[in-house]
Nanobody, 121 residues
Framework: VQLQASGGGLVQAGGSLRLSCTAS????????TGWFRQSPGKEREFVGC???????LYADSVEGRFTISRDSAKNTVYLQMNSLNVDDTAAYYC????????????????WGQGTLVTVSS
């Protein structure tokens, strides 16, 4: 499955952004989806994931601020980000795998290109 991430941009601290991850296949809802992010000089880190049944799991750093959801009709998974702070600045990546969701980036076979989120203070 091919993934297209979008929605990044520049936002002030405390603001919100919604990232989208659109898949090339109508069967996207049958894939587990993960969101990861990477800042310059840092390793890619887990943000959150969504199972095919709709269960979500989030990193502690974003719990309560970020929400992952799916619109199956649009073959799209969203990452709603609220109360953004400068530490959220990163390139954000969506990924998909045919299996249970995982917090490890190495478990995902399909990746979208990154979309850059910059949070200014």
């Amino acid at each position: 499955v091919q993934l297209q991430a979008s929605g990044g941009g520049l936002v002030q601290a405390g603001g919100s952004l919604r990232l989208s991850c659109t898949a090339s296949e109508r069967t996207f809802s049958t894939w587990a989806t993960g969101w990861f992010r990477q800042s310059p000089g840092k390793e890619r880190e887990f943000v959150g994931c969504l199972s095919t049944s709709g269960r979500t799991l989030y990193a502690d750093s974003v719990e309560g601020r970020f929400t992952i959801s799916r619109d199956s009709a649009k073959n799209t998974v969203y990452l709603q980000m609220n109360s953004l702070n400068v530490d959220d600045t990163a390139a954000y990546y969506c990924a998909a795998r045919a299996g249970p969701p995982s917090v490890r980036s190495s478990d995902y076979d399909n990746w979208g290109q990154g979309t850059l989120v910059t949070v200014s203070s």
